[in-house]
């Protein structure tokens, strides 16, 4: 048999296993972060925590004689993805990074594009007063010290320290545009912050921005280590993989 690994926690992760799980040729391992309570678990055989860096993973590669690996870890997961980029190299194996395609503006759209949360920051500010945060749990305290009002939504309980004036919401997706519409309105959002995730389970927010005129900030996506192979879906993951270690 052909053993893969992927390292998921994403949608487009659980499609993939789904879609290899029939797969009489092929042992399918999805690796999970752990950090998501009660996560909905992929077919097939599935593993939670960490590696213990790149040479962790090059060991457990080498340990359960993987040989292949996809990366279709969450598309701001760059240190796990440098990892395993590293770890690929290392073990000799093929890796492949899928990744739901990002985000395009459409007519009506306000868009501002920043680098990195940091960036975000500064220029938030300069564009609104009452800011709605969808960046995550653990880079909050990047605007700390900032003029803003803030709402920031996220699955679980934030890094600690917290910016001033800062109010937590935890809610999961998939939300809708009358939901995201209602929350701008009752908390007088002038402002979105979020990151270009792609997908369309958190997309409502943008349309809810767009439909009420309020500008959007966005945090482009890290690319994924050179030389890795990509591709945009679950099929063109299935596709690669086929073509990359053929019948067992």
Same mark, same amino acid.
């Given at each position: 048999?052909?053993?893969v690994?992927?390292?998921?926690?994403?949608?487009?992760? =659980?499609?993939?296993?789904?879609?290899?799980?029939?797969?009489?040729? %092929?042992? @399918?391992v999805?690796?999970?972060?752990?950090?998501?309570?009660?996560? =909905?678990?992929?077919?097939?055989?599935?593993?939670?925590?960490?590696?213990?860096?790149?040479?962790g %993973?090059?060991a457990?590669?080498?340990?359960e004689?993987?040989?292949?690996?996809?990366d279709?870890?969450?598309?701001?997961?760059?240190?796990?993805?440098?990892?395993?980029?590293?770890?690929a190299?290392?073990?000799?194996?093929?890796?492949?990074?899928?990744?739901?395609?990002?985000?395009?503006?459409?007519?009506?759209?306000?868009?501002?594009?920043?680098?990195? @949360?940091?960036h975000?920051?500064?220029?938030?500010?300069?564009?609104g007063?009452?800011?709605?945060?969808t960046?995550?749990?653990?880079?909050?305290?990047?605007?700390?010290?900032?003029?803003?009002?803030?709402?920031?939504?996220?699955?679980?309980?934030?890094?600690?320290?917290?910016?001033?004036?800062?109010?937590?919401?935890?809610?999961?997706?998939?939300?809708?545009?009358?939901?995201?519409?209602? %929350?701008l309105?009752?908390?007088r959002i002038?402002l979105?912050?979020?990151?270009?995730s792609?997908g369309?389970?958190?997309?409502?927010?943008?349309?809810?921005?767009?439909?009420s005129?309020?500008?959007?900030?966005?945090?482009?996506?890290?690319?994924?280590?050179?030389g890795?192979d990509?591709?945009?879906?679950?099929?063109?993951?299935?596709?690669?993989?086929?073509?990359?270690?053929?019948?067992?």
């Open positions: 048999m052909r053993r690994l992927i390292l998921g926690g994403t949608a487009e992760a =659980r499609a993939l296993a789904d879609a290899l799980a029939g797969d009489p040729a %092929l042992d @399918v999805s690796s999970l972060a752990g950090r998501t309570d009660q996560p =909905r678990l992929p077919a097939g055989r599935s593993r939670s925590g960490g590696f213990g860096g790149a040479a %993973l090059t457990w590669l080498r340990a004689r993987i040989h292949a690996m996809i279709a870890t969450h598309p701001f997961a760059a240190e796990i993805s440098r990892h395993a980029a590293a770890a190299t290392a073990a000799d194996i093929p890796l492949l990074a899928l990744r739901r395609p990002g985000w395009t503006p459409g007519p009506g759209d306000r868009w501002h594009w920043a680098d990195t @949360v940091r975000a920051a500064t220029l938030a500010p300069a564009l007063s009452r800011a709605f945060l960046i995550g749990r653990q880079e909050l305290a990047v605007f700390a010290g900032l003029d803003l009002h803030l709402l920031a939504r996220m699955v679980r309980d934030p890094t600690p320290p917290l910016p001033r004036n800062c109010r937590v919401l935890l809610a999961r997706g998939p939300f809708t545009l009358a939901g995201e519409s209602a %929350l309105r009752e908390h002038d979105l912050v979020t990151k270009d792609g369309g389970a958190t997309a409502p927010k943008l349309a809810a921005a767009r439909a005129g309020i500008p959007v900030l966005i945090i482009r996506r890290p690319p994924p280590p050179g890795v990509t591709a945009a879906s679950p099929a063109e993951a299935a596709a690669w993989l086929a073509a990359r270690i053929g019948p067992a």
